[in-house]
């Protein structure tokens, strides 16, 4: 069995990803924005073994959430799932690309690193010049080709590591909103399986993927040169620069 960690597991597909590993009998720590909503999110999956809280809006808070999740264990995988889709500039900035570049590398080095994108990615643009905190020029779509260009640039440098990005579709969770058309059950089957499926499909890296099927990801993405320049960026904000 595995023991996974998932970002912002208090609410949507983070939530319910958790409870389906849970519920296969895996090892599953949730994580919350404040101990509240920690408290809300074990009773939602009462399965899971522990919570940890920090709200990824905050740099120093999201380094707490990467000791703590230290402190508690090495994981097998960890989903990046925790987003914000209408939100000020640089609350998407920091939620979407800052915390999932902080976590991935002052958690200790998993062997499956899951990042939620979305097809929107596709109409992002990697706009180096203001990549910023207090940026008023990062969109959602910018923000999710950024983690997807996180993803690939880790595949790249860790052969270690199975690393790979999902876009889940347009699903009916608080973000997604009622009338979302697509699967909801489909919108987190795909992270559950990169978790932990041995199967060769799933044990892959540097792979996008939607539905457990492999598609086009935005060029972008694995240009090496903006990927050097964007972890170069990342590090400067965060103080924290790529381990080798
Ligand atoms: N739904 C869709 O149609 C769709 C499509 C493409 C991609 N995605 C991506 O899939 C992922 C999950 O989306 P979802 O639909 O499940 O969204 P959601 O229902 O809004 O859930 C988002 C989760 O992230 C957490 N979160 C947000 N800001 C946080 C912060 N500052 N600190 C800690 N946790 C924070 C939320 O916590 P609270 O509950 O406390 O706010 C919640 O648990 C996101 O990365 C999203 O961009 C979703």
Known sequence: MARILITGSADGLGQLAAKSLADQGHQVVLHARNSERGRYAKQKVPGAEHVISGDLSDIDETKSVAEKANALCRFDAVIHNAGVYRAPPNEIFMVNIIAPYILTFLITKPQRLIYLSSNLHLHGRANLENFKM??????????????????????????????????????????????????????????????VSNDSGATVSGHYFHHRTERRYNSQASDVLLQEKFLSLCAEITGIPFPQ
Do not use: F
Not at 145 to 151: D, F, G, Q, S
Not at 152 to 173: E, H, I, K, L
């Open 134 to 195: 207090e940026s008023s020029h990062i969109s959602y779509s910018d923000s999710k080709l950024y983690v997807t260009m996180l993803c690939m640039a880790v595949a790249r440098q860790w052969s270690d590591v199975y690393s790979n990005a999902v876009d889940p579709g347009w699903v009916p969770t608080r973000m997604g909103g009622r009338g979302a058309p697509d699967d909801l059950q489909k919108g987190y089957e795909t992270q559950t399986w990169l978790a």
